[in-house]
């Protein structure tokens, strides 16, 4: 068994992973696999890496999180920039601290809720760039908060646990800084430089 704990294979145009190819990374606790072609059947190998908690599998193919079922001891999944439209797979993965899941095809919060709201670890979750954040941006981040109140960031925005966040995310927001008073966790001069 090799001893690698960190394996790095970004832009490799990797199609798949194999159980072959993974039995002697026994000792593998990160996976760095970026911008591949990598389709979601291959995830199920995963399992055959006892000690691996962190992976980063944005921009590659996979349209399912299912194969990631078995998995458990992951505590970092990215999987961002993926047509992924559901995140059924990860409801056993109680260790999950972090999720990036950012620009793909998810559009429910009662999902969202119902996969992710019994990970007490989980601290951090990326979703914007879906449609469930880009139907509604005025509402997005207070429903996340709604829905995993144990999350303490939403994005690039930090909160406290039990408290909503308003927050103008573009130019385009027609709010003024009157009518967000009651909503505002941030200085006003924060809001001003991220109107910029």
């Known amino acids: 068994m090799l001893v690698y704990k960190i394996l790095k294979m970004a832009e490799q145009r990797l199609t798949r992973l194999t159980g072959q190819n993974l039995d002697a990374l026994g000792n593998l606790t ?7 072609r990598i389709t979601s059947p291959s995830l199920s190998h995963l399992a055959k890496l006892p000690r691996l908690t962190d992976v980063y599998i944005s ?3 996979l349209d399912s999180l299912q194969p990631l079922a078995s998995a458990i001891q992951l505590k970092i999944l990215d999987v961002s920039n993926n047509p992924i439209t559901s995140l ?4 056993p993965l109680v260790q999950l601290e972090e999720l990036w899941a950012s620009n793909c095809k998810l559009e429910s919060f009662e999902e969202i809720s119902k996969v992710l709201g019994d990970k007490e670890k989980l601290n951090t979750v990326y979703l914007e760039g879906n449609p469930l954040e880009t139907r509604q941006r005025a509402l997005y981040r207070n429903k996340v908060k709604l829905a995993l109140p144990q999350v303490r960031q939403v994005d690039a925005s930090k909160s406290s646990p039990g408290r909503l966040v308003m927050q103008c995310t573009d130019s385009s927001d027609s709010f003024h800084k009157n009518q967000l008073k009651p909503f505002i966790s941030l200085s006003v001069r924060l809001f001003e430089k991220e109107r910029l």
């Open 59 to 61: 921009h590659n193919m």
């Open 30 to 36: 990160t996976l760095s696999i970026q911008s591949n």
């Open 88 to 91: 059924v797979g990860l409801e």
